[in-house]
């Protein structure tokens, strides 16, 4: 017989399957006349009604469609010696049969990668001796898969003959069933077309695509695929425990903080230890983590401070103050300043007071004064006043030649309109002609 049968459940990763078996044909329980019975009558009585032919009798050629649907070929050979309870009429007749057949497997159903029942139909052509005629033919077989391409196959199939001088029959087969035709490209064992990575080399639990690291995350979701790391870090490892991944630790083998890129702060003053320059003194950023330094001591801080060698007071930005005793003192070093009769040049006996209040000065480096000069009333007031006005200027020249800032003063005169003594008098006018050092509040 040759039948076209689908031997196995085949699919689209293994498209085609060869079937190589031993066939038996049996013309008995096909509820035909004696010398045959009814139909199923004696279905299993080997013995009395199967004629086997003891070798390599049937082979089949099957290709799968879709949805568990197969097409296939089937040949076979076999020798008729049993016809019913008649052992007369043939004795070492041939056999021969060509056969295709349409096949539906129910393994999808059941979900079974090892049971595979399946159901046919189709026809083909049986030669009985030198007489040959059309069959119909309905099958049932299972297999059994051993392995994904090596299965055994059993089938019954019940063949209808279209004219009279062909007698219907069963013909039974066994045999052993390979399938093949998958592509595996990358061979990995997953077949191309349930392969998510067909060209590279992978698991099975990941639909062929690699895990490189092997940490249970597959290569394409996995942002460190060549380092083994942790799911929660999409595959990417945290060696220092810290709950950021080295890849975005700046710090990735000493556990630290989140909102410091994974590094530590031993001072807790919010600069990582890596940049600070004072890791167990808490400081600004601004000061590279080390505190501010108060060189003077005098509670104002040195970045704040304007004298930060000098102690001062904070109303004063760190610079000291000049009290009302510094003024007096000031000025009574100002008034002993002598000039020449009539003149601005200053006179060679007032270096002494001018180098004191120079000291006095420069106590007080953001300070600022005024140098005043003043006259008394004798002579014309205009003359008073340019003279005045020349004698504090020149003070005050002789002041930034010495060392004084001279953005930290300025000179006026005020003629004879501010007296501090009486102009009758002789000891009054000495009073009254005089320069003053003011601070300029």
């Known amino acids: 017989m040759i039948g076209f049968s689908n031997t196995y459940a085949q699919d689209e990763n293994n498209p085609w399957a060869i079937s190589f078996g031993v066939n038996a044909v049996d013309f008995y329980p096909t509820g035909e006349n004696a010398p045959l019975g009814d139909y199923f009558d004696e279905y299993f009585n080997v013995s009395d009604h199967w004629n086997i032919l003891p070798s390599l009798s049937s082979l089949t050629v099957s290709r799968y469609l879709d949805s568990g649907f197969s097409i296939g070929a089937t040949a076979s050979i076999n020798k008729i010696e049993k016809f019913g309870d008649d052992t007369f009429t043939y004795k070492d007749v041939s056999y021969y049969g060509l056969d295709g057949t349409v096949k539906y497997s129910f393994a999808g159903l059941l979900n079974s990668t090892c049971i595979d029942p399946y159901l046919g139909v189709g026809g083909g052509y049986t030669w009985v001796d030198e007489i040959g005629a059309g069959t119909l033919n309905g099958t049932i077989g299972i297999n059994f ?180 005793e510094v003024q007096k003192t000031l000025n009574a070093y100002a008034k002993t300043i002598l000039f020449d009769t009539g003149k601005s040049s200053i006179k060679d006996e007032s270096e002494k007071a001018l180098a004191d209040i120079i000291a006095i000065l420069n106590e007080y480096p953001t300070a600022k004064f005024t140098v005043e000069g003043h006259t008394d009333s004798v002579g014309r007031e205009s003359t008073n006043q340019r003279l005045s006005e020349a004698r504090a200027l020149s003070v005050k020249e002789y002041l930034t030649a010495n060392g004084v800032d001279e953005f930290r003063l300025s000179s006026k005169g005020y003629g004879e309109a501010r007296p501090i003594d009486s102009n009758k008098t002789r000891a009054g006018r000495a009073n009254n002609r005089r320069v003053e050092i003011n601070l300029v509040k």
């Open 145 to 324: 898969w051993f392995t994904e391409n090596i299965g055994l196959s059993f089938q019954s199939a019940y063949k209808h003959a279209f004219e009279d001088y062909l007698s219907t029959h069963f013909q039974h087969t066994a045999g052993l069933t390979v399938k093949f035709g998958g592509k595996d490209t990358d061979g990995d064992g997953v077949y191309d077309k349930d392969d998510a990575c067909p060209e590279v080399a992978g698991l099975p639990e990941f639909n062929g695509c690699p895990d490189s690291d092997g940490d249970g995350i597959e290569d394409g979701k996995d942002s460190c695929p060549n380092e083994a790391g942790l799911p929660e870090f999409n595959g990417c490892p945290d060696t220092d425990g810290d709950g950021i991944a080295d890849k975005d630790d700046a710090c990735p083998t000493v556990a630290g903080l989140k909102e410091l890129n994974g590094c530590p702060d031993a001072d807790n003053d919010g600069v990582a230890d890596k940049d600070d320059k004072c890791p167990n003194e808490a400081g600004p950023a601004a000061n590279g983590g080390c505190p501010w330094p108060d060189a003077d001591g005098d509670g104002v801080l040195d970045k704040d401070d304007q004298c930060p060698d000098v102690a001062g007071t904070v109303a004063n930005n760190g610079c000291p103050e000049v009290t009302e």
